[in-house]
């Protein structure tokens, strides 16, 4: 069975601080990570994928990618009360759906 | 107009009853995808669709079934609701991995 696992949390921030949110997944031949962002009651929107390991950055967000210890993160610079979500990390393999993390809630408070 | 609409949005039904859940995409998209979200549990997958004649079982298919009408359509049928079947239903849509989601259906079985 492919687990997605998460810190449900919830993770509390002050505004303009970092959050850092990870994520471990069990299957080696996973090939694609993705990060969605969802508010409540809303669908999931992505954020980032990442593919290669090391960092990848847009904006006021960083994906970060380790195979060798399936682990994957996003980090949210200067966070903002509208960057107050759940966050659930995605995995694939290739020819497959998704796997997708339970999510892990942030709370940013101004 | 939104590239993956999904039909109804709100839907209260009765124990027994035969419900179907309708999704469209105009994103020319040849996958496309079901999930359900329960409180706490992230997406879960239900069933999965690559093209018009391929169809998968995703990791909670029983007491659902799909039907592919076309590249743009995809349909989630329960044959006879039951409680345990509230919850918010997802529609996703890709060529890829990278997969975008519907505006969901909020489905509550009484």
């Known amino acids: 069975q492919k687990e997605v696992e998460q810190n449900s949390g919830p993770l509390s921030v002050p505004e303009g601080a970092i959050a850092s949110l990870n994520c471990t997944y069990s299957?080696?031949?996973?090939?694609?990570f993705f990060w969605y962002r969802q508010y409540s009651g809303k669908s999931p929107e992505l954020i980032m994928s990442?593919?290669?390991?090391g960092d990848k950055e847009d904006g006021r967000f960083t994906a970060q990618l380790n195979k060798a210890s399936q682990y994957v993160s996003l980090l949210i610079r200067d966070s903002q009360p509208s960057d107050s979500a759940t966050y659930l990390c995605?995995?694939?393999?290739?020819?497959?759906?998704?796997?997708f993390g339970k999510g892990t809630t942030l709370s940013v408070s101004s | 107009d939104a590239d993956v609409t999904q039909t109804p949005r709100n839907r209260i039904t009765k124990t027994g009853k035969r419900i179907m859940l309708e999704c469209s995409q105009t994103?020319?998209?040849?996958?496309m995808y079901w999930y359900r979200q329960d409180p706490g549990l992230g997406l879960q997958l239900i069933y999965y669709?690559?093209?018009?004649?391929?169809?998968n079982k995703g990791e909670i298919s029983d007491g659902y079934s799909v039907s592919r009408q076309a590249q743009a359509k995809f349909s989630l049928s329960l044959e006879s609701a039951i409680p345990n079947q509230t919850a918010l239903y997802f529609c996703?849509?890709?060529?890829?991995?990278?997969?975008?989601f519907g505006p969901g259906t909020r489905l509550t079985v009484l």
């Open positions: 996703a849509t890709s060529q890829a991995d990278t997969q975008y």
């Open positions: 669709s690559f093209d018009v004649k391929d169809i």
């Open positions: 299957d080696r031949g996973s090939q694609s």
């Open positions: 995605a995995v694939n393999q290739a020819g497959t759906a998704l796997i």
């Open positions: 990442i593919y290669s390991n």
């Open positions: 994103k020319g998209h040849d996958r």
